[in-house]
């Protein structure tokens, strides 16, 4: 099970809109599980019960910077505010 779930959740990633960046997800880790089987009036009921912790990391694209000349020194521009 532990197997299966790092195989299925590991390898996502999804590009964020808007930004140029990225979403992916880490190890998963912490698996727990429980599985209950109970019968009654002939009827079987199934519950099965996991949790665990996936890491994840998000990245934005590249800042929104710009060279300019002010006062005859080169600045850089971040969304119009120099820095």
Known sequence: MAKLLGD???PMAFKLPDCGGTLR???AKGLRCEAL???TRGKWDHAFDASFTVGWEAKVGAPRTAEVEVKGKKQLMFLG???
């Open 8 to 10: 299925v959740l590991v």
């Open 25 to 27: 997800t880490l190890a």
């Open 37 to 39: 089987m109970a019968g």
């Open 81 to 83: 505010v120099p820095t």
